[in-house]
């Protein structure tokens, strides 16, 4: 069975104080491996996408890393409006369902 | 930005309704999906559909009822809603192969009372 873990639950950073989030996954055949943002009350929102180990992709402040077993989420200088859940999910081959952890959420403190 | 609305986007009704909560996509995505959320738990699929007239249930068992007579359409049925149905409801599409993202509508909360 697919599995999605995500830690920690939830993180207060104060701006500009760096750190990254796990995303550790169990999955027969990895198709694709995605992160997102959700804020309070609206859908999740698509940030990357990642296939292969080694893989790194970069947005903003945001950088996604991919290991066979884990993905991480850096967070370079964090400022407020990076506050938000942080979810993760993966696609196995020959699917096109997600199976999603259940976040991280993150508070960026002035 | 995703274009892919919900409608309502909060809905508070009684027992035993019967309620449609809309989703409509104007990417020309052949695959849909719905998703049911609580707070702080992750996203349950609950329905999907890879093209018109295919529908298929998702992993979380669910009373609902969906259908898919246009591409761009995909609406959510509950024939008697009940207090169980309390939920967040996540309308997804996305095209192409399993490694495309799915791009979420901003969702619909229903309570039932």
């Known amino acids: 069975e697919d599995q999605v873990t995500q830690s920690p639950e939830a993180l207060r950073l104060q701006e500009g104080e760096s750190s990254s989030l796990n995303c550790s996954y169990t999955v027969s055949g990895l198709r694709g491996l995605f992160w997102y943002r959700q804020d309070p009350g609206k859908g999740p929102e698509f940030l990357f996408t990642?296939?292969?180990a080694g893989e790194e992709k970069e947005k903003e402040r945001l950088k996604a890393t991919l290991t066979k077993k884990e993905s991480f989420l850096h967070i370079t200088a964090p400022k407020p409006e990076d506050s938000a859940t942080y979810l993760c999910?993966?696609?196995?081959?020959?699917?096109?369902?997600?199976?999603f952890g259940k976040g991280t959420k993150l508070s960026v403190i002035p | 930005e995703a274009d892919i609305y919900q409608t309502p986007r909060y809905l508070v009704i009684g027992t035993g309704k019967k309620i449609t909560l809309e989703c409509s996509q104007t990417?020309?995505?052949?695959?849909m999906y719905w998703y049911q959320q609580d707070p702080g738990m992750e996203l349950h699929l609950i329905h999907y559909s890879y093209g018109v007239n295919s529908t298929e249930k998702g992993d979380l068992s669910s009373e609902s009822t969906v259908s898919r007579i246009r591409t761009e359409h995909f609406p959510l049925t509950l024939e008697s809603a009940r207090p169980s149905h309390t939920s967040q409801y996540l309308c997804?599409?996305?095209?192409?192969?399993?490694?495309?993202?799915?791009?979420f509508g901003d969702g619909t909360r229903l309570s039932i009372l």
């Open positions: 990417m020309g995505h052949d695959k």
């Open positions: 999910a993966v696609c196995k081959a020959g699917s096109y369902q997600l199976t």
């Open positions: 990642l296939y292969s």
């Open positions: 997804a599409s996305s095209s192409g192969q399993g490694d495309q993202p799915q791009h």
